[in-house]
C-alpha cells in the first residue's frame, strides 16, 4: 500500500506560482512512476506531468515550459513548479503513483487532490 498526502494549493493571480507537494509512504521502494493529473469542473481528469523511477519526465503541452516536476527520493516526495500560471490551470490537481508488485503487476494510487485557482 501507498498513501499520499499532497499540498502546497492554493489562489494565485494570473502569472504566479505554486508549488505542489506529494508525499509517499509505505510501500515507496517499489514505486516506478509518479504523476500530477489535475481536472477542472466540468472537464475530465488529464495528465500535466509525470516523472519516472529513472528521472525522466513528460509534460501536457498546456503546462510544457511552465511547469517542472521533479523528486527527492530521499523525502519520497514530488513536486511540481508551476510558474506563470493563467485561468485555465483552475482545477482540481492529484498524485498518482504507479507501484510494481512481486508479480510485476501495476497498481495505482491517487492522492486527495489539491485546488489550484488562478484568478484575473
Known amino acids: 500500500q501507498v498513501q499520499l498526502v499532497e499540498s502546497g494549493g492554493g489562489s494565485v493571480q494570473v502569472g504566479g506560482s505554486l508549488r505542489l507537494s506529494c508525499a509517499a509512504s509505505?510501500?515507496?521502494?517499489?514505486?516506478?512512476?509518479i504523476g500530477w493529473y489535475r481536472q477542472a469542473p466540468g472537464k475530465q481528469r488529464e495528465l500535466v506531468a509525470v516523472i519516472g523511477s529513472g528521472g525522466g519526465t513528460n509534460y501536457a503541452d498546456s503546462v510544457k515550459g511552465r511547469s517542472t516536476i521533479s523528486r527527492d527520493n530521499a523525502k519520497n516526495t514530488v513536486y511540481l513548479q508551476m510558474n506563470s500560471l493563467k485561468p485555465e490551470d483552475t482545477a482540481v490537481y492529484y498524485c498518482k503513483v504507479e507501484r510494481l508488485t512481486s508479480s510485476g503487476a501495476r497498481i495505482q494510487y491517487w492522492g486527495q487532490g489539491t485546488q489550484v485557482t488562478v484568478s484575473s
Open positions: 509505505g510501500s515507496t521502494s517499489s514505486i516506478v512512476v
